[in-house]
């Protein structure tokens, strides 16, 4: 059976040419960067070549960007770093209420257990948050402001650039979790007033285990762990430097192809979700149309749950997901689509179809035809034909 | 993908059965799923994280998944902990409150496995749901579904699988019915299956330290609930000691009375109304007649006159002869031939001619 791959926006196939780019460093240059000796300089040039080149794909300078372990790192280290040291001037902050775990947790436990005050930038029915009411939430004591670029699981693209100038109107700063968008969308660290920005290399046909955090020179951070100077302290622990090696060729690969690839890939995103309502009744979509992640497409589908359309397309080799991976297996709908005011049982029905460079129209048509029974079939089913009550 | 034999979506829990079972079925050319029921978590039922190799558990689920990578079946881990909280914790608690024992088994078996999980195998266009148990099932002359104790005559698990529907039974498959453990664990050796050498668990599986006292006290104090201390008494009423509330204490229960006495005492009554435990001798916990109410009946539709079996009230109790007479309600009388020990209410009764269960219910008096 073909395997279909739709779930582009939990991770990506690495690229092939990302892969002979960073096989040299799991081979012959092995060194470790931090070694004075030559096999550790040929490490080292190549880790620094790799954050050059991401930076300037960025917009950034090369010493602003900070290698990591991924995106679930970069908004720790943006969020703990951030606000503790700024906590007893400015002990409030705000994050969007449909933000990630990674930026959600971390917020909720500094007011938990050290007592800052939280704000959540609340989402509209497709998951845009205004300026305006950030304006309202913004205090002098505000010390930062986390609002992703792309939700994760509806795709939903906000204006960051005037989140942050609201942001720092009243002295706060401003990070954006662009884990989804770096790659696909252009961005420049500089015209969108950012500063800090976390973004990885899985999402972009990168190796997993490699991310990064951008911070504005200027910016202290405060580091989560110690014990190194790699990254300039803000990050120890042995470089990752195949990992590098292969963000920045991923990163490369994405700005030759971004543009085409949004049109194209946002075409057939659309002609899915158009095609989905005319053929399923009762479709419910939950991405915007417009200033949306092109390859996103959430949905539900009233009455059906997620998890058996998801099981039975992968029972076809269709690959989606009902939301984030990182979340996949509780039972409690997603709450970026509670914030977004989804009804509970609508909730629980969404499916998130995301779209890949080597998606093709002849795929979307696969699922297109796939689907419809899947649904119907569940809907006609009646629960409860078993067991004794 | 072959699929002649139709679609099974097999329980897994990590043990050796359940691995052995999806084997079997594979090798018959069923097209086989495999499936862990994510029942419970140790933020909601507390006890001890850190205690591995149990349902539930993250070592659990991932032997689950080496187990159907190696004969190249799906898996999928089902979320049905709502369903488990709402019907088997739920009840558990409320069954001691009331003075009763109860079986968790038997209830998410009836509640979740031949309920939310058979529905969750039809949402997934399957024919057949599978399990590890040591039972049979099969048509009997009226066409009608039974279960037949399994051959492992120390393994059989019929008495826990009395609530099954018609409709159910007619989509279940138990292809461990006609094997011995041994040749199950033979089976996994061969195959190499990881989950060969493992041990059996025989508690309750989200009472992970098997203290259910421990776990009632933490599970009602998170809701704010207490339980209030009374008097032990003995048949006559005189007080002997103080209990901690009716809910700790079982019929037949000796440890832990808290009470010096010549001779051994024994729980015999529950008294949830007066918030007293009665206490007695040995000989007082004998009793020839129980009463029992929610019956199941597989062998036939309902029972219209009295009939002979062998009645079974706990787990590891040998069947004893009785008469069962039919009383309205959808209850029994059942009259023993010899005095049976600790006739508890809550717990499960089975019915059997022979090796075949006939139906079964729910112990609900002593007299």
Redesign the interface.
């Known amino acids: 059976?073909d395997r279909l791959y739709l779930d582009h926006n939990a991770t990506t196939p690495t690229a092939p040419e990302v892969v002979d780019a960073m096989l040299p460093y799991l081979g012959t240059n092995f060194g470790n960067a931090g070694s004075v000796h030559s096999f550790g300089r040929d490490a080292k040039v190549a880790l620094e070549t790799a954050r050059e080149e991401i930076a300037s794909l960025v917009n950034a300078d090369p010493s602003e960007i900070y290698f990591t372990s991924g995106g679930t790192e970069s908004d720790n280290i943006a969020v703990y770093g951030t606000t503790l040291r700024l906590a007893k001037r400015r002990p409030h902050l705000i994050v969007g209420a449909a933000e990630h775990h990674a930026v959600l947790e971390p917020a909720e436990h500094l007011q938990k257990k050290h007592g800052l005050e939280l704000d959540l930038l609340p989402v509209d029915r497709q998951c845009f948050s205004s300026v305006e009411t950030l304006r309202r939430l913004l205090r002098d004591s505000t010390s930062l402001v986390s609002v992703m670029h792309a939700n994760n699981e509806v795709g939903t693209v906000q204006d960051i650039a005037a989140m942050a100038q609201a942001a720092h109107e009243r002295g706060a700063l401003f990070h954006t979790d662009a884990v989804q968008t770096v790659g696909k969308l252009p961005i420049d660290v500089k015209a969108m007033d950012l500063d800090l920005m976390s973004f990885t290399a899985h999402k972009i046909y990168g190796p997993k285990g490699i991310g990064a955090l951008f911070v504005r020179s200027g910016v202290k951070v405060d580091p989560l762990m110690l014990g190194g100077a790699q990254e300039k302290g803000r990050r120890p622990g042995t470089s990752n430097v195949a990992g590098a090696v292969g963000f920045a060729a991923a990163l490369r690969l994405a700005a030759r192809c971004c543009a085409d690839d949004a049109r194209r890939i946002g075409r057939l995103a659309n002609n899915l979700m158009d095609q989905v309502t005319a053929r399923i009744p009762e479709t419910v979509i939950h991405s915007p149309r417009d200033h949306r992640l092109p390859q996103t497409v959430n949905l539900s589908f009233v009455g059906v749950?997620g998890?058996?359309v998801i099981?039975?397309l992968?029972?076809e080799g269709i690959a989606i997901s009902s939301g984030s991976a990182c979340t996949s297996?509780?039972?409690e709908p997603s709450h970026v689509l509670a914030a977004m005011g989804v009804e509970r049982a609508v909730a629980l029905g969404a499916l998130r179809i995301s779209l890949g460079r080597s998606t093709a129209e002849a795929d979307v048509d696969r699922l297109l035809h796939v689907l419809p029974p899947i649904v119907e079939?569940?809907r006609a089913?009646t629960?409860?034909?078993?067991?004794?009550? | 993908?072959s699929a002649q034999r139709g679609r099974v979506l097999v329980a897994m829990s990590g043990g050796v059965d359940s691995s052995v079972a999806a084997l079997l079925l594979k090798e018959q050319g069923y097209e086989v799923?495999g499936a862990h029921m994510?029942l419970w978590d140790f933020v909601d039922v507390g006890g001890d994280i850190h205690r591995d190799g149990r349902c539930c558990t993250i070592d659990s689920i991932t032997d689950c998944r080496f187990v159907c990578d190696a004969i190249d079946a799906?898996f999928?881990?089902?979320?049905l902990?709502?369903e488990f909280k709402e019907t088997v914790i739920d009840n558990f608690v409320s069954e001691y409150r009331d003075g009763r024992t109860p079986n968790p088994c038997v209830r998410c078996n009836?509640?979740v496995k031949?309920?939310a999980f058979?529905?969750?195998a039809?949402?997934?266009?399957c024919d057949y749901i599978a399990t590890g148990h040591y039972a049979i099932i099969e048509q009997n002359d009226e066409h009608r579904w039974v279960i037949r104790k399994g051959i492992d005559g120390t393994r059989d698990q019929s008495y826990v699988l009395w609530?099954?529907?018609q409709?159910?039974l007619a989509?279940t498959l138990m292809p461990l019915g006609s094997m011995t453990k041994k040749e199950v664990r033979a089976l996994a050796e061969k195959y190499d299956l990881r989950t060969a050498a493992k041990p059996e668990s025989r508690e309750i599986c989200f009472v992970a330290d098997n203290d259910y006292r421990r776990f009632l006290s933490e599970f009602e104090a998170k809701r704010g609930r207490t339980f209030a201390p009374g008097p032990i008494v003995d048949p006559t009423g005189r007080v002997l000691g103080q209990h901690r509330g009716t809910a700790f204490y079982t019929i037949g229960q000796r440890k832990g009375l808290g009470i010096a006495h010549p001779t051994p005492l024994y729980v015999q009554e529950i008294d949830v109304s007066r918030n007293r435990v009665v206490v007695g001798c040995n000989d007082t916990l004998y009793h020839n007649t129980a009463e029992a109410e929610n019956l199941?009946w597989l062998a036939f539709r309902a029972v219209e006159a009295d009939f002979e079996a062998e009645v079974k009230i706990r787990y590891l109790h040998t069947p004893a002869p009785a008469i069962v007479r039919p009383l309205a309600d959808n209850r029994v009388s059942i009259d023993f031939s010899d005095p049976q020990r600790a006739i508890t209410p809550g717990q499960t009764v089975c019915f059997y001619d022979g090796n075949t269960l006939l139906g079964g219910g729910i112990l609900s008096s002593q007299t």
């Open positions: 059976m749950e998890e058996p099981l039975q992968d029972l297996g509780a039972t079939r569940l089913m629960s409860g034909t078993a067991g004794v009550r | 993908m799923i994510k799906p999928y881990v089902l979320n902990s709502a009836i509640d031949w309920d058979l529905d969750k039809t949402a997934l266009g609530g099954l529907r409709e159910a989509r199941n």
